[in-house]
């Protein structure tokens, strides 16, 4: 499960909460989903899902739940739904990291 986590996140997430495994085992599902390359309604509910994370982070919720989210959903995201806004993109996206910076750049470039 704390695979999925960046480098910057293992610090600060106890797995061992229950509902931290919880979350990082939604986002290890989520991601299979999307893994599985077939768009339908299952994807569309991931692409709903992750609009509802975004807007409660704009609306200055505590905590993120995005922090679970592993790197490669992502790219995954954008290939598979039909996510075409940028701002999503930046908002699940760790900036903080190099690897961050690449996997934003090339999805908003694949928009």
């Known amino acids: 499960?704390?695979?999925?986590?960046?480098?910057?996140?293992l610090h600060t997430v106890s797995m061992r909460?229950?509902?931290?495994?919880?979350?990082a085992n939604l986002f290890?599902?989520?991601s299979s989903i999307l893994g599985?390359?077939?768009?339908?309604?299952?994807?569309?509910?991931?692409q709903w899902f992750m609009e509802e994370c975004v807007d409660c982070l704009e609306q200055g919720s505590r905590g993120?739940?995005?922090?679970?989210?592993p790197f490669t959903m992502v790219s995954e995201l954008v290939k598979?739904?039909?996510?075409?806004?940028?701002?999503?993109?930046l908002a699940i996206t760790d900036l903080?990291?190099?690897?961050?910076?690449r996997v934003a750049a090339k999805a908003i470039a694949a928009l």
């Open 80 to 89: 598979v739904s039909t996510m075409s806004s940028p701002k999503i993109v």
């Open 64 to 69: 993120s739940i995005l922090q679970f989210m």
């Open 17 to 23: 909460d229950p509902l931290n495994r919880v979350l």
């Open 1 to 9: 499960m704390s695979s999925s986590l960046s480098a910057s996140q």
């Open 36 to 46: 599985a390359k077939t768009a339908g309604t299952h994807t569309q509910f991931v």
């Open 28 to 30: 290890l599902l989520i």
């Open 96 to 101: 903080s990291l190099p690897l961050g910076r």
